[in-house]
């Protein structure tokens, strides 16, 4: 596995928003409640942008059509559609990152 370096921890606060490319993957990083999440960057339904969608309790709300993930699973509330990729934050010294490769 290797780190792939998203952001210092001194930049993360509530409401942060960034989208990131990290070699073929869109994705994004954010921070709601204190909590952190990564995920990919559009929604598996339409393919929606969801850098600016809302989080609240852990699930994140796709805008096009209200679809809800859990961000801990990506599972979609009602099973709807496909579930949305996510990954789990790796802290490094002074920056948070996620890991890819072959496991």
Wanted: some cysteine.
């Amino acid at each position: 596995m290797q780190f792939y370096p998203l952001e210092r921890l001194i930049n993360l606060h509530d409401g942060y928003r960034r989208h990131v490319k990290v070699d073929q993957l869109d994705i994004v990083l954010a921070q709601e409640d204190g909590q952190l999440f990564i995920f990919q960057s559009r929604c598996p339904h339409r393919g929606q942008p969801l850098e600016k969608a809302s989080i609240e309790d852990g699930r994140l709300v796709c805008p096009l059509h209200q679809y809800a993930f859990d961000l801990r699973t990506g599972y979609q509330q009602d099973q709807l559609c496909a579930a949305l990729q996510v990954w789990t934050p790796i802290y490094e010294g002074n920056q948070v990152g996620i890991a890819l490769g072959e496991r």
